[in-house]
């Protein structure tokens, strides 16, 4: 265990029971003061959103039983954000994996790789260092501590913003490409008017009481004004690491395939082309649609959990990621296909629907083979295209207007 950190950001089973234990415990007015501090009353609920286990309208539905939530809750707005990068994804697609705006902060050029001493958490900088253990250890990190971390990699260690969000999206349980790839763009001024940037001052404010020297970063680089801070990130080169030697983390390896353990467990195409499907319809669950089974479910589909090996090498993922993630499907689904999606060979007879998958690679070989509907939302989807949270939240509350109104469905 992390000291400091609390044990339900370090644990997340993946199972749809933990997800409404975690929605239980949720209590807007708390979170709504401590959420920026890092062992703040926030939820952990980010790998069970990101992977489908449990959907945020059931999670909002869940907590007006108990509370009152309106759209002014800090709550609600922050599970808007999610909402509105994926409304963001919903029309740019894979387009949020290059620069939204083609300017950037500083004249030069930014590294494309990330510095070893950054992926080995020795920099030297305590805050930086601690959010790397923490994520190699956990697979999860506080929003402030991504915040801090991405603004450090871009701003001061010249590193291209897109070479920080594919080493982080590899390490976390919740790697979800709309929130990953846009929050690291608001970081680094792409998709936002300024630079996101942090200093000592503030690590103190919020770093964990339990284990604030580990993260305190006095006397660092990160220990300046912010309009020494803003020269930096708009004048000067990579600050490098900080004096001396500083004792690091071996990261952990990502892969493009699950583990080998797993392999005996799918389901062969020539298996699922020789079922004798009958009229039954078909479900593709894939890693980011891993909802319950319904009991009041009279459909009756086979539920079919699907993983598109090709897609996977662009961004591979960490050994603990494929595991909750197939742990989490074998319980979901009534088997599991690995492999090229495109060609799996189902019977005609009776439909294949799927959900659209916010991944790279996915969109195609889900089209090839079933009825593709959009993944379920808590908001609404806005007719124009949003290029700010803002703007899109004006939107959301107009046609809206109240959060009860907006879980009965009812639009203005
Ligand atoms: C550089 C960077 C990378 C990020 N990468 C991811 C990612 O890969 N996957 C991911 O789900 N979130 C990402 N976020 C957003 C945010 O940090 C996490 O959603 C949040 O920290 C998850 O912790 P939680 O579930 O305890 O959040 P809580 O504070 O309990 O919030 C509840 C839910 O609201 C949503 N949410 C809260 N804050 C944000 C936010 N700022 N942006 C978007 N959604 C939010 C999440 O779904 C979260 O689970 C990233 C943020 C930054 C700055």
């Known amino acids: ?18 997800a409404l234990r975690r929605v239980d415990a949720l209590h807007p007015a708390k979170y709504a003061l401590s959420r920026n501090a890092l062992d703040g009353a926030v939820s952990g609920l980010s790998p069970y959103f990101t992977h ?38 919903s029309r740019e697609g894979d387009k949020v994996l290059t620069d939204m705006r083609p300017t950037s902060v500083w004249a030069g050029s930014y590294a494309r790789e990330l510095p070893a001493d950054i992926r080995e958490g020795r920099t030297g900088v305590n805050v930086i260092d601690a959010a790397v253990r923490q994520l190699y250890a956990t697979g999860y990190l506080h929003n402030h501590a991504r915040m801090w971390l991405a603004s450090y990699v871009v701003h001061l260690r010249k590193v291209h913003w897109r070479a920080g969000a594919d080493w982080l999206y590899g390490h976390l349980l919740d790697g979800d ?12 001024g792409t998709f936002s008017s300024k630079p996101y940037l ?27 004004s912010y309009d020494e801070l803003d020269d930096i990130a708009r004048h000067q080169g990579d600050v490098g690491v900080e ?14 395939a699950p583990p080998a353990e797993f392999a005996s467990t799918f389901l062969s195409s020539a298996a699922l082309s020789g079922k004798p499907w009958g009229k039954r319809s078909i479900e593709l669950i894939h890693p980011w649609a891993m909802s319950e089974r319904s009991s009041s479910d ?3 589909a086979w539920r079919l959990g699907v993983v598109h090996v090709p897609a996977h090498s662009a961004l591979p993922w960490s050994e603990a990621r494929w595991r909750w993630v197939l742990r989490r499907m074998q319980h979901a689904c009534d088997g599991v296909f690995m492999g090229d999606v495109s060609s799996l060979r189902l019977p005609a007879e009776g439909q294949t629907t799927s959900t659209a998958a916010p991944f790279p690679g996915y969109a195609a070989a889900l089209q090839a083979v079933a009825e593709v509907s959009a993944a379920p939302r808590l908001l609404v989807n806005p007719q124009q295209t949003c290029r700010s949270f803002s703007t899109f939240y004006e939107q959301v509350k107009r046609q809206s207007r109240s959060v009860s109104a907006l879980l009965n469905g009812e639009l203005f």
């Open 52 to 89: 489908g286990v449990l959907g945020m309208r059931q999670a909002v539905a869940r907590v007006v039983q108990r509370q009152r939530l309106n759209f002014e809750d800090k709550l609600m707005f922050e599970f808007a954000w999610r909402e509105f990068f994926h409304h963001v994804y």
């Open 298 to 300: 009279a459909s009756g």
């Open 198 to 224: 942090f200093n000592a001052d503030n690590v103190a404010k919020y770093a964990p009481k339990g284990d604030f020297k580990s993260w305190v970063s006095k006397g660092s680089v990160v220990d300046q």
């Open 243 to 256: 004096k001396g030697t500083h004792a690091g983390v071996t990261e952990a390896a990502t892969l493009a």
């Open 177 to 188: 490409v709309p929130s990953n790839h846009l929050s690291w763009q608001w970081v680094a």
């Open 1 to 18: 265990m992390i000291a400091g950190i609390p044990e339900c950001l370090q644990e997340f089973e993946p199972t749809h029971a933990e």
